[in-house]
């Protein structure tokens, strides 16, 4: 479904929500719901900035990376496990 046919379709369902009672407390609770998913992470952007700085110096090639096979390798060898 196109974005316009969409729209459209959301506009005339909401109509009918608004004039039942009963459908605007679901609706109420629909849009309460999605407020909370909107709501802040309790992770700072900060980390979120860190993650994406280096992903960007992974996917750039200038970081050397190891694979998990390479890290598991080494893990074995140092620890035994």
């Known amino acids: 479904m196109e974005t316009k046919e969409l729209r459209r379709k959301l506009i005339n369902d909401f109509g009918k929500f608004i004039d039942d009672d009963s459908k605007l407390e679901i609706l109420e609770s629909v849009f309460d719901a999605i407020k909370q998913d909107e709501k802040d992470s309790i992770i700072p952007d ?3 900035n860190v993650v994406a ?5 992974y996917l750039s090639g200038k970081v050397e990376a190891s ?6 390798q080494r893990l074995n060898a140092k620890y035994g496990f």
């Open 46 to 48: 900060a980390h979120y």
């Open 53 to 57: 700085e280096e992903r960007e110096k």
């Open 67 to 72: 694979s998990w096979e390479e890290a598991e």
